[in-house]
């Protein structure tokens, strides 16, 4: 066998690692998008009264079990959120290990924050099993509880924001990855930090930034379909056309 093959067998086991890490983080990034906007909008959204705490708490001791399966859904995000920063640094490490590494990184500080800030959301419950007939004083816990969560959430997604800059540099420095979703990617970075430094800084205009977060979810949502079913470039010649294209969507 001469160099040539040994060189052609080499590129080819890398294209299909490529293939196959893409895939897993395509159907991660899917599982997180999914279970993260269940939890936030379909479970908390329809459980949590932003004017009244006291029908927040009677929601929550009427479908104990709705309030719990957000706990459920929350964690297997972050679970899939450890997985995929792992992915996402053996896909991308040969672009930039330093920025593959500071993605990583990033990522799974944001994991253990909103991981943190998931014990005050269980917490709301366990404080309205031991009082079932929350008072004045039990509400004000109630309602703190459920921020410290809300904010613990905001936290994270500054570091969020951080792993996305440079996962969206990654993508667009790849060559087998369109350029337009790392810049799709930078954008949704720049969604998570205001969002979130809205909430800490000027939480009453909190409500007025809501709206925007539907550009990550746009960005987030395309780059995981590509990941999924994206073609990756096979050989040089493949290699060759996803960079002219790159080069002429960035342009």
């Not at 995000?77 to 896909?91: G, K, N, P, S, T």
């Not at 000027?202 to 379909?225: D, K, M, R």
Request: net charge negative.
């Amino acid at each position: 066998m001469g160099r040539g093959d040994v060189t052609r067998i080499r590129d080819h086991d890398m294209q299909t690692d490529h293939r196959l890490l893409g895939r897993a983080a395509g159907l991660l990034y899917l599982v997180i998008i999914a279970c993260g906007i269940g939890s936030e909008v379909f479970i908390r959204g329809s459980l949590y009264d932003d004017m009244d705490i006291s029908v927040t708490a009677a929601n929550i001791l009427a479908d104990s079990a709705l309030f719990k399966t957000g706990f459920l859904a929350d964690s297997i995000m972050l679970l899939c959120d450890v997985a995929i920063a792992i992915v996402f640094y053996r896909l991308f490490r040969q672009v930039d290990k330093t920025l593959a590494l500071s993605a990583m990184v990033f990522r799974l500080v944001q994991a253990v924050i909103i991981g943190m800030s998931l014990l005050f959301y269980y917490a709301a419950y366990l404080l309205l099993t031991i009082d079932a007939q929350p008072d004045g004083q039990t509400n004000t816990m109630l309602s703190l509880l459920i921020d410290m969560h809300a904010y613990g959430y905001d936290l994270g997604l500054i570091f969020f924001a951080i792993a996305n800059v440079a996962l969206g540099v990654l993508v667009i420095r790849s060559g087998f990855c369109p350029r337009v979703l790392g810049y799709g990617l930078a954008m949704a970075a720049v969604v998570y930090v205001v969002g979130s430094y809205t909430r800490f800084m000027a939480v009453e205009y909190h409500a007025f930034v809501e709206p925007i977060y539907l550009i990550p979810l746009l960005a987030e949502l395309a780059f995981s379909l590509w990941l999924l079913f994206g073609k990756f470039p096979q050989d040089s010649q493949d290699r060759g056309k996803s960079n002219t294209v790159n080069q002429c969507l960035s342009q």
